[in-house]
């Protein structure tokens, strides 16, 4: 087994003062950093993911607005790959699956934001196929919600969709139970 980190969608507009912040961004942030430091010092392959919106009515990650930037304390480096995508599946219409198969990946360590949308669109399509994957949980971050009356805390939405998606077979860890040094790499 080889491991890929995925790293989702950590972009300014999820930050205080962006167009749409979410529930603890910055905490998961400074968590997915560490992470990310770990896959450097190992060698894990990083891939990174960026949404741009694709809707003219759009009302974050607009094209050419500065929301739509990775948040610079989990920035790309050399050689790690970049994708954008338009839809919160980091699987559609984007090549990772192909980068994968051909790399011999098939466990998947996955962290950012949404918790609700794209870790949850992302981690379903890798579990359905075939890929084993892994959230770190704290470094995911998750909207507040309203239904039908209801306010939905943003630490509510996260943990909802984290015993979800156990649930449907993903290992859900915090960062400082996720060993990379003990996981395969290429």
């Given at each position: 087994?080889?491991?890929?980190?995925v790293v989702?969608?950590?972009?300014?507009d999820?930050?205080?003062?962006g167009?749409y912040?979410l529930?603890?961004?910055?905490?998961?942030?400074?968590?997915?950093?560490?992470?990310l430091d770990s896959?450097?010092a190992?060698?894990?392959?990083?891939?990174?993911?960026?949404h741009i919106?694709?809707?003219?009515d759009a009302?974050?990650?607009?094209p050419?607005?500065?929301?739509v930037?990775?948040?610079?304390?989990?920035?790309?480096v050399?050689?790690?790959?970049?994708f954008t995508k338009?839809?919160?599946?980091a699987?559609?219409?984007?090549g990772l699956?192909?980068l994968?198969?051909a790399?011999?990946?098939?466990?998947?360590?996955?962290?950012?934001m949404?918790?609700?949308?794209?870790?949850d669109?992302?981690?379903?399509?890798?579990l359905?196929?075939g890929f084993a994957?892994?959230?770190?949980?704290?470094?995911?971050?998750?909207?507040?919600?309203e239904?039908?009356g209801?306010?939905v805390p943003?630490?509510?939405?996260h943990?909802?969709?984290?015993?979800a998606?156990?649930d449907?077979?993903?290992?859900?860890l915090?960062?400082?139970?996720?060993?990379?040094?003990?996981l395969?790499?290429?």
């Amino acid at each position: 087994m080889s491991t890929g980190i995925v790293v989702i969608d950590i972009q300014k507009d999820y930050f205080p003062g962006g167009a749409y912040p979410l529930s603890g961004s910055e905490s998961a942030a400074v968590v997915a950093r560490g992470v990310l430091d770990s896959a450097r010092a190992t060698g894990t392959t990083v891939i990174h993911f960026q949404h741009i919106a694709t809707e003219a009515d759009a009302t974050f990650f607009v094209p050419g607005t500065t929301g739509v930037e990775i948040y610079p304390l989990v920035a790309q480096v050399t050689p790690e790959r970049h994708f954008t995508k338009g839809s919160a599946n980091a699987f559609v219409d984007t090549g990772l699956e192909r980068l994968l198969r051909a790399e011999n990946i098939d466990h998947l360590v996955v962290m950012g934001m949404m918790s609700s949308m794209c870790i949850d669109a992302t981690s379903r399509a890798a579990l359905d196929l075939g890929f084993a994957v892994t959230i770190v949980h704290n470094a995911c971050a998750a909207p507040a919600f309203e239904f039908q009356g209801t306010e939905v805390p943003g630490a509510s939405v996260h943990a909802a969709f984290m015993a979800a998606l156990r649930d449907a077979g993903a290992d859900v860890l915090a960062a400082a139970d996720l060993d990379l040094e003990s996981l395969p790499v290429r």
